[in-house]
Nanobody, 123 residues
């Protein structure tokens, strides 16, 4: 019943910034840990960033630490991924997910997914 809708993807040059948004409906975002995962063609899905229900606990993948920031506004049921200094290797379909904190932070298969938004970074 939980629905997740991402937006904000696009085609940008290396070094540019982009912000992705994910709106949760059918429940309260405060009741879910949420996160971002990405998958490039031929690659496995990988964890990017996660945030707890109250928005205070976060985990960021080492590959994007220092460049990406995850945040959450529970009053608007919205999670964000602020991406700076984008690199060609960041090119992937980015997916929003929601589940328990343990599943978001450790597992690669949360129960609830958005439709995905494509991020393409040119070199």
């Amino acid at each position: 019943q939980v629905q997740l809708v991402e937006s904000g993807g696009g085609l940008v040059q290396a070094g540019s910034s982009l912000t992705l948004s994910c709106v949760l409906s059918g429940g309260a975002a405060s009741s879910y840990a949420m996160g971002w995962f990405r998958q490039a063609p031929g690659n496995d899905r990988e964890f990017v960033a996660g945030i707890g229900g109250n928005g205070m606990i976060t985990r960021i993948a080492e590959t994007v630490k220092g460049r990406f920031r995850i945040s959450k506004n529970n009053a608007e049921n919205t999670m964000y991924l602020q991406m700076n200094n984008l690199k060609p290797e960041d090119t992937a379909a980015y997916y929003c997910a929601a589940d328990s904190w343990y599943i978001i932070a450790v597992s690669n298969n949360p129960a609830n997914w958005g439709q995905g938004t494509q991020v393409t970074v040119s070199s």
